[in-house]
């Protein structure tokens, strides 16, 4: 335990003494590690400078099995959310685990797309395992541990400290073998992760946006800096060496057109939809209908679950059909 | 000589009779006054003195005492210094001592003789009738108000001289004619906002069941002016009511100079600044608060999440309870507030949130500042719309839909009088004012709506109290279309209008 790390002292007052954070870990099925033991993931052993302890609940990552980071920023918008868990979606599918921060926005998202699918993902927290934070993604850190696990460099009762994130951005990058930046705004903790991921050695993709996007700015960077364009799954699989051809057998992520069968009004409405939120108001401007009837269809669609309603009466398509469909 | 007259002492907007009674006899030559009197009216007898010399009448040399009875009620303000004169002048025979007979006298004294304004001098007018007065004399600034009151004589004195003149000769002083030059006030109309059909819908259905509103929109997307316009949709004031909201305003000192009766709804605006003490009223006997300026009206809260938290939460009783009990030390002050509360936000703090390539904010500064309206105000409104900001067409009046507020307010009416016949054997009037008891009573859903509300309820989570919000909202539809029954179209734009939830607000 000679090797501290990075873990400075004044974070040091929240580490127990050993016997007390032994016993503390065995009441919380929290399970640790440190660099000196076998089962320490060897890609983390390779970084300049690795966690001293890992702690995490459920599971670590399967060193055999290929692994993918999807990060971006937290406020990101409807259609960032949505490409994050179909990316998320696909690549699990194919037997990826996906790895992430557990943030609001796009690492929630990616986190649910893995889940949804049914395959391991990992969350690395910026502060004790035994912490769930931020509080509105509880709904993951109770599936999570059952579906792969909650890691952390932090002993229990850390607190999510500001200073402690970009630190376990490194722990994010260092599991995956490829990052796949979804939204990221210019100046975003994202390519943290990023700059990271190079010094490591690891590869970059970057999901493309419009031109005028503040979201996609980041990863628009990155692709002019040489990062991969993910405009399918499909693309990082074959960098993982996955057979897609295999897998475009297999029933998965399929686009949805206007062939739903639907009645032809909530036909009409759907197709006024897209990805990016639209108002109401903005909505009853392109259909013939008034108001009351819009309302109706809107709801007939929610529950069809083909449509949510993002925010407050601003309304999107649902686009993550999935095996059901 | 013993000599007695009314006079009347505000407590809250209720008024409580006075009797001013002054005795003059032989003794030494003192004046005191009696009966649990603040420092303002212990200074009345110099004032009165005084007011009295400079008429060239001199105070008899001889003890006089001066009660102001019922002794329990503590007597504030100037209102008793023309009662006090009148009592003097009858008990020293200056006027006929039988004049002073049911006759309640109100007014401050000037040291010249001038007869000052005072407030609340309506509902004290309207008391004196009530107890049996047959005249009542005030200010002359108050004249205006005082004679709404109908079957009594109400006699206005701008000095003192005239007020004795009155009593010896019967002679009433000329009303001060006053010429009011004032500018026409801009009419607002509904018509005049572009666009914003949902939100102009939402409004409509606010109105008619008295359910409270919030406007959630960009900056600039007209949700303060389509606020100011919601009070021209309601219905006209009744006399009742008039006479209500006319009484307040009089004990706040704010009814208008030109006339003597508050017209129109009361509309009232509180900067966001505003104290508790403001909105609830306060003060050591307090005055109406804003909640109770606006009875009968709207308050109108802009910029919701800036107001604090204290003032805020003060509205969750008067929400339920349409009253304010204000107590303080020597009594408990009610003081009615039946308003329909209508709310203004921004999505965020830069106020673009959900467009992204605007809004400059972060997660947990939109969640921050969303946080700053509880849970238990925002269950309180039972309407919530977003507005959108406004498209260039929109602008251009293309899309402008033409309905004026004269035609949405007798839609209103309509459908008012149809709750008002429906709960005429509840003590409410309006859909908003059902208890859950009553809920499943009155909001009768048909068998197609039911499907859709067990669907909603498990799809969007609704909570119970949610639930019955939303079947109020949806009743209040299905009134404007008179029909019995609750159908499919009304429970699904209800729905549409519910309000926030927090897992929204991510």
Same mark, same amino acid.
């Given at each position: 335990m000679e090797n501290k790390g990075i873990i400075d002292n004044n974070k040091r007052k929240y580490q127990n003494s050993k016997m007390d954070d032994l016993n503390n870990c065995m009441q919380n099925e929290i399970h640790t590690v440190t660099r000196f033991e076998t089962n320490y993931p060897p890609k983390l052993q390779n970084l300049l400078d690795p966690p001293a302890q890992l702690y995490w609940k459920g599971s670590l990552p399967k060193e055999e099995r290929p692994s993918v980071a999807i990060v971006g920023a937290r406020l990101c918008s409807n259609y960032g959310k949505n490409v994050a868990k179909e990316f998320a979606y696909a690549l699990t599918k194919a037997g990826v685990q996906i790895i992430s921060g557990m943030a609001l926005g796009i690492d929630g998202a990616a986190h649910e797309g893995a889940l949804e699918a049914g395959g391991k993902t990992y969350a690395v927290l910026g502060c004790g395992v035994d912490r769930c934070y931020p509080k509105d993604n509880v709904h993951l850190y109770r599936s999570i541990p059952q579906n792969g696990g909650i890691i952390s460099e932090f002993s229990a009762g850390m607190p999510p400290l500001a200073a402690n994130f970009p630190q376990r951005n490194r722990i994010i990058s260092g599991l995956a073998d490829i990052i796949l930046v979804v939204e990221a705004k210019e100046k975003s903790g994202s390519l943290i992760t990023v700059d990271f991921a190079l010094e490591q050695g690891r590869t970059v993709y970057a999901v493309p946006g419009r031109v005028h996007d503040p979201l996609s700015e980041g990863c628009h960077r990155l692709i002019a800096q040489g990062a991969g364009i993910a405009y399918k799954p499909e693309l990082i699989l074959e960098e993982l060496h996955i057979d897609t051809e295999k897998q475009q057998n297999k029933k998965r992520y399929k686009e949805r057109n206007s062939k739903l069968g639907l009645a032809t009004n909530l036909e009409l409405v759907y197709s006024c939809l897209d990805l990016q939120p639209q108002n109401m108001e903005t909505i009853l401007g392109k259909v013939p209908f008034d108001l009351q009837e819009l309302s109706g269809i809107l709801l007939e669609l929610q529950f069809l679950d083909l449509v949510e309603e993002t925010t407050k009466n601003y309304y999107a398509r649902r686009n993550i059909g999935f095996d059901n469909f | 000589m013993f000599t007695r007259v009314q006079a009347a002492a505000l407590t809250g907007v209720q008024v409580a009779s006075v009797?001013?009674?002054?005795?003059?006899?032989?003794?030494?030559?003192?004046?005191?006054?009696? +009966?649990?009197?603040?420092?303002?009216?212990?200074?009345?007898?110099? @004032?009165?003195?005084?007011?009295?010399?400079?008429?060239?009448?001199?105070?008899? =040399?001889?003890? /006089?005492?001066?009660?102001?009875?019922?002794?329990? /009620?503590?007597?504030?303000?100037?209102?008793?210094?023309?009662?006090?004169?009148?009592?003097?002048?009858?008990? +020293?025979?200056?006027?006929?001592?039988?004049?002073?007979?049911?006759?309640?006298?109100?007014?401050?004294?000037?040291?010249?003789?001038?007869? @000052?304004?005072?407030?609340?001098?309506?509902?004290?007018?309207?008391?004196?009738?009530?107890?049996? !007065?047959?005249?009542?004399?005030?200010?002359?600034?108050?004249?205006?108000?005082?004679?709404?009151?109908?079957?009594?004589?109400?006699?206005?004195?701008?000095?003192?001289?005239?007020?004795?003149?009155?009593? $010896?000769?019967?002679?009433?002083?000329?009303?001060?004619?006053?010429?009011?030059?004032? *500018?026409?006030?801009?009419?607002?109309?509904?018509?005049?906002?572009? +666009?914003?059909?949902?939100?102009?819908?939402? *409004?409509?259905?606010?109105?008619?069941?008295?359910?409270?509103?919030?406007?959630?929109?960009?900056?600039?997307?007209?949700?303060?002016?389509?606020?100011?316009?919601?009070?021209?949709?309601? =219905?006209?004031?009744?006399?009742?009511? !008039?006479?209500?909201?006319?009484?307040?305003?009089?004990?706040?000192?704010?009814?208008?100079?030109?006339? +003597?009766?508050?017209?129109? $709804?009361?509309? $009232?605006?509180?900067?966001?600044?505003?104290?508790?003490?403001?909105?609830?009223?306060?003060?050591?006997?307090?005055? =109406?608060?804003?909640?109770?300026?606006?009875?009968?009206?709207?308050?109108?809260?802009?910029?919701?999440?800036?107001?604090?938290?204290?003032?805020?939460?003060?509205?969750?009783?008067?929400?339920?309870?349409?009253?304010? !009990?204000?107590?303080?030390?020597?009594?408990?002050?009610?003081?009615?507030?039946?308003?329909?509360?209508? *709310?203004?936000? &921004?999505?965020?703090?830069?106020?673009?949130?959900?467009?992204?390539?605007?809004?400059?904010?972060?997660?947990?500064?939109?969640?921050?500042?969303?946080?700053?309206?509880?849970?238990?105000?925002?269950?309180?409104?039972?309407?919530?719309?977003?507005?959108?900001?406004?498209?260039?067409?929109?602008?251009?009046?293309?899309?402008?839909?033409?309905?004026?507020?004269?035609?949405?307010? &007798?839609?209103?009416?309509?459908?008012?009088?149809?709750?008002?016949?429906?709960?005429?054997?509840?003590?409410?009037?309006?859909?908003?004012?059902?208890?859950?008891?009553?809920?499943?009573? #009155?909001?009768?859903?048909?068998?197609?709506?039911?499907?859709?509300?067990?669907?909603?309820?498990?799809?969007?989570?609704?909570?119970?109290?949610?639930?019955?919000?939303?079947?109020?909202?949806?009743?209040?539809?299905?009134?404007?279309?008179?029909?019995?029954?609750? @159908?499919?179209?009304?429970?699904?734009?209800?729905?549409? #209008? @519910?309000?926030?939830?927090?897992?929204?607000?991510?």
């Open positions: - | 009797w001013v009674e002054a005795d003059v006899s032989d003794g030494l030559p003192t004046f005191s006054m009696v +009966g649990y009197l603040s420092s303002e009216v212990r200074e009345a007898q110099d @004032r009165v003195r005084t007011a009295l010399r400079n008429l060239g009448i001199a105070m008899p =040399p001889k003890k /006089i005492t001066i009660n102001l009875a019922p002794t329990d /009620i503590r007597k504030e303000g100037a209102r008793y210094d023309l009662p006090i004169a009148a009592a003097i002048l009858a008990a +020293g025979n200056y006027i006929p001592e039988n004049s002073l007979k049911e006759t309640m006298i109100l007014g401050e004294l000037g040291l010249d003789g001038q007869v @000052r304004h005072i407030t609340g001098v309506l509902p004290s007018v309207i008391h004196a009738k009530e107890s049996g !007065c047959r005249i009542c004399i005030v200010p002359m600034d108050n004249l205006r108000e005082a004679s709404v009151v109908k079957e009594m004589l109400v006699v206005g004195v701008a000095h003192l001289e005239q007020m004795i003149e009155f009593f $010896r000769s019967g002679e009433i002083p000329d009303r001060k004619e006053e010429i009011s030059e004032k *500018a026409e006030d801009e009419k607002l109309d509904f018509s005049d906002i572009c +666009g914003q059909e949902a939100v102009k819908r939402a *409004a409509m259905i606010a109105v008619s069941g008295f359910h409270n509103l919030l406007l959630i929109g960009p900056p600039g997307s007209g949700k303060s002016m389509l606020a100011r316009r919601i009070p021209t949709l309601l =219905p006209e004031l009744t006399e009742e009511e !008039c006479m209500e909201i006319s009484k307040i305003y009089s004990v706040a000192g704010l009814l208008p100079e030109d006339s +003597g009766l508050i017209h129109n $709804r009361p509309f $009232r605006a509180p900067h966001h600044t505003a104290t508790p003490q403001a909105l609830a009223g306060g003060g050591k006997i307090p005055k =109406p608060g804003e909640i109770t300026l606006a009875h009968k009206g709207i308050l109108f809260l802009d910029e919701l999440p800036e107001f604090s938290k204290r003032s805020l939460e003060i509205l969750r009783q008067p929400l339920e309870e349409h009253k304010i !009990c204000i107590s303080r030390s020597n009594a408990t002050y009610e003081f009615p507030a039946h308003f329909l509360l209508t *709310a203004a936000m &921004n999505p965020c703090p830069c106020g673009f949130y959900p467009d992204m390539n605007r809004c400059a904010c972060s997660a947990t500064e939109v969640i921050h500042y969303r946080n700053r309206i509880s849970q238990p105000l925002l269950d309180r409104m039972d309407v919530c719309v977003e507005a959108p900001a406004v498209s260039y067409l929109e602008l251009k009046g293309q899309k402008n839909s033409s309905l004026s507020s004269k035609e949405i307010r &007798n839609t209103v009416k309509r459908v008012q009088n149809i709750q008002r016949q429906r709960y005429s054997k509840l003590p409410i009037s309006f859909n908003s004012e059902l208890s859950s008891k009553y809920v499943e009573t #009155y909001c009768v859903l048909d068998r197609d709506a039911g499907k859709v509300m067990q669907k909603a309820f498990e799809k969007l989570q609704l909570s119970a109290r949610g639930y019955h919000r939303l079947l109020k909202v949806a009743r209040t539809i299905a009134d404007m279309e008179e029909e019995t029954l609750i @159908r499919q179209r009304h429970i699904q734009e209800a729905i549409c #209008y @519910r309000s926030l939830d927090k897992k929204y607000w991510k």
